[in-house]
């Protein structure tokens, strides 16, 4: 349980940490909260050479409104998440999601930027993104790219972003005034990661769902959009015999492992009824404006 040696670089600008990632290729790894790397790093299923530490490069921190979006920097920690006035109002769903992730000592902590990156099937966070339609912005020596949270996610811990890049921010196109999300996850206590979780996000117009947005954690190799299951939503009033066919289309989706949160048929059964709970949450709250 003791990581092997590495050297530790603390940069103060983006263009000095892509200097030393860069400088030390694959040796390198970014540093943010700490806590997936370091668990990693002490049961030697990562050994970094270099540690680049981002947590005093200003330009990452923070949360604001740009236009038409929301941009987080990467370096954002969880708790930040659920303290932000602009998220509760705009974006609530990241605080409902923040508010489930591990532990407040924690939250206090791990960063979105971390969570994002890691590609840990189990992280909330990257099926919230998905949801939102979220863009990963990502900066190199050679210059910026933008990947869509919908497009990032590869296989378990493999992910589009390529060494020497760093994640800088996330950009959130602002969900329409009125919406309706929910984040529900199942865990078998506090502090632990999913057994399975689903997101969802959608406008009503008319008492009918106008527009709907499913995403799922932990029910694979990597986050799922559940595109089918958001259709099948559209242009009803999310009753219980939609929500049903929604729930299947979003297990047929997933392909759990069978591990210590349960069997594999399970795990998809979960998915099903996360589904459906997150579906009629968020119904009700865009009828209500909760
Ligand atoms: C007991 C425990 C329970 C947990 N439960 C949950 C849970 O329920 N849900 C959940 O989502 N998470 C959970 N976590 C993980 C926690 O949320 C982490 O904080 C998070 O996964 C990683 O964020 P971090 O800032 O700590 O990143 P780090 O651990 O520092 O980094 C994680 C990975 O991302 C890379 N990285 C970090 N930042 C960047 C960047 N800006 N650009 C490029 N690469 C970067 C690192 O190189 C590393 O590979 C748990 C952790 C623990 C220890």
């Given amino acids: 349980m003791i990581p092997g040696p590495f050297t530790y670089h603390r940069p103060s600008s983006v263009a000095e940490a892509l200097a030393v990632l860069a400088a030390h ?63 509760a109002a705009k974006a609530p769903i990241i605080r409902e999601t923040a508010m489930q992730i591990a532990d407040p000592q924690i939250r206090s902590k791990g960063t979105l930027g971390g969570n994002v990156a890691n590609g840990d099937p189990g992280n909330d966070m990257p099926a919230v993104m998905q949801c939102l339609d979220a863009r990963y912005v990502l900066q190199s020596k050679g210059g910026e790219r933008i990947v869509a949270a919908r497009d990032f996610y590869q296989g378990a811990y493999f992910t589009a972003l390529q060494e020497g890049e760093i994640l800088v921010a996330v950009r959130i196109p602002t969900p329409a005034a009125g919406h309706g999300s929910a984040y529900e996850k199942l865990k078998r206590k506090i502090g632990d990661y999913a057994t399975a979780a689903a997101a969802v996000i959608l406008t009503v117009s008319g008492g009918k769902v106008a527009s709907a947005a499913i ?42 492992a069978t591990d210590g949160r349960g069997t594999a048929a399970y795990r998809r059964a979960m998915a099903g ?16 404006g909760a």
């Avoid at 947590?55 to 987080?72: M, N, P, Q, S």
């Avoid at 009824?273 to 209500?288: D, E, N, S």
């Fill in 25 to 87: 290729g694959d040796e390198a790894r970014p540093l943010a909260g700490g806590h997936s790397l370091i668990p990693m790093m002490k049961l030697r299923m990562a050994t970094p050479e270099h540690l680049v530490d981002l947590g005093a490069i200003k330009e990452l921190a923070g949360i604001r409104a740009d236009g038409a979006e929301i941009v987080i920097g990467a370096t954002t920690t969880q708790a930040e998440l659920i303290k932000s006035e602009l998220l």
């Fill in 215 to 256: 995403t799922l954690t932990n029910v694979g190799s990597t986050p799922l959009f559940a595109e089918e299951a958001g259709k099948l939503v559209i242009g009803t009033n999310c009753d219980a015999a939609t929500a049903k066919k929604a729930a299947e289309a979003a297990m047929a989706i997933t392909d759990p």
């Fill in 273 to 288: 009824v996360m589904t459906a709970r997150a579906l009629a949450k968020a119904f009700a709250r865009a009828k209500t």
